[in-house]
């Protein structure tokens, strides 16, 4: 394998270890900080054993080098992804150490899922090599990432950030505004605020909601897109179920009244075994492994997970 070019990224959590287990898998050199040394002590094996799983080299892992300092990660970096927690003050403050770290050359990112990039990397004093890459959870298993520059990111910058993340074997797509919620997240929680409306209108309950979508236009979606399907259908059809169906959909602005009241009394989903829907943990250990179990299939049908 032809060596490539070092990587750091910064966080070692959920995403951080993900995105790190990417490059090295495809042999790049990748170094990550953390400042939580228990996330860098079980770093490698985190990442070893989801090679494992996954029927790739577990040996991928020793390319990745925990480091306690965040000026040892990014020094000789080629490309910095941030990956830590989604606050824009605790990101600003990141890069302005990022920045002064990383060399000249480096392309710096953020993986911010819905937070405009512009305002993360406001304060650089070369934003033009900066830019957002929104991967998805888990970043080993889906293979898109979104691709979003500013109106000061220069487009050779997005042109060789695609070209790193297409040669490590993901799907990088362009988003041309940096808008808050880039495209994946704005078109998701558009579908979350109507299933919450119709839960807390009274049309159905949750599991209902779930069903839904899950047996019906679900069953469609990784193989034909809401455009694709608008094409299908006619877009003369299209233009006369939306004279029906657009006004009356939610129009909120803000977070559901419905949301709040879960969250203030505490029903915190899966992880506290009440949500919008009632969680014991064997049936919520059933939907993670069943979630993983089908991303591991398609990932092998289509052929990503094969090694480098």
């Known amino acids: 394998m032809t060596a490539q070019p070092l990587t750091t990224i910064v966080g070692a959590g959920l995403m951080g270890h993900g995105i790190a287990q990417v490059f090295a898998e495809r042999g790049h050199e990748v170094r990550v900080f953390d400042p939580m040394p228990e996330a860098l002590a079980s770093l490698r094996s985190r990442i070893g054993a989801n090679l494992s799983a996954l029927g790739q080299d577990p040996a991928a892992a020793q390319r990745v080098l925990p480091c306690h300092k965040l000026a040892d990660a990014v020094a000789g970096a080629g490309l910095v992804i941030e990956a830590a927690t989604e606050n824009l003050d605790a990101k600003r403050a990141l890069f302005a150490e990022i920045e002064a770290g990383a060399p000249a050359h480096a392309i710096l990112a953020t993986n911010t899922s819905v937070i405009p990039i512009g305002s993360i990397m406001a304060d650089l004093s070369r934003p033009e090599r900066a830019l957002g890459t929104h991967w998805w959870n888990p970043p080993y298993l889906v293979p898109l990432v979104e691709v979003i520059g500013t109106d000061r990111t220069t487009p050779d910058v997005v042109t060789r950030t695609m070209d790193i993340l297409a040669a490590a074997g993901k799907q990088p797509v362009h988003v041309r505004r940096d808008v808050a919620g880039f495209v994946g997240n704005r078109l998701q929680h558009a579908l979350w605020r109507e299933a919450i409306s119709l839960v807390e209108e009274g049309v159905c309950d949750a599991e209902t909601v779930d069903t839904v979508v899950k047996a019906s236009f679900g069953l469609r979606l990784a193989v034909l897109g809401p455009l694709e399907n608008a094409d299908l259908v006619g877009t003369d059809l299209t233009l006369a179920i939306h004279e029906t169906i657009l006004p009356a959909l939610s129009r909120h602005a803000a977070p559901s009244a419905y949301l709040r009241d879960l969250v203030a009394r505490g029903r915190l989903g899966m992880k506290s075994g009440e ?30 997970g094969e090694g480098a």
Do not use: E, M, N, T
């Open 275 to 304: 949500g919008f829907r009632h969680w014991p943990p064997q049936a919520a250990d059933q939907v993670r492994a069943g979630l993983v179990h089908h991303l591991k299939d398609a990932v092998r049908k289509s052929g990503q």
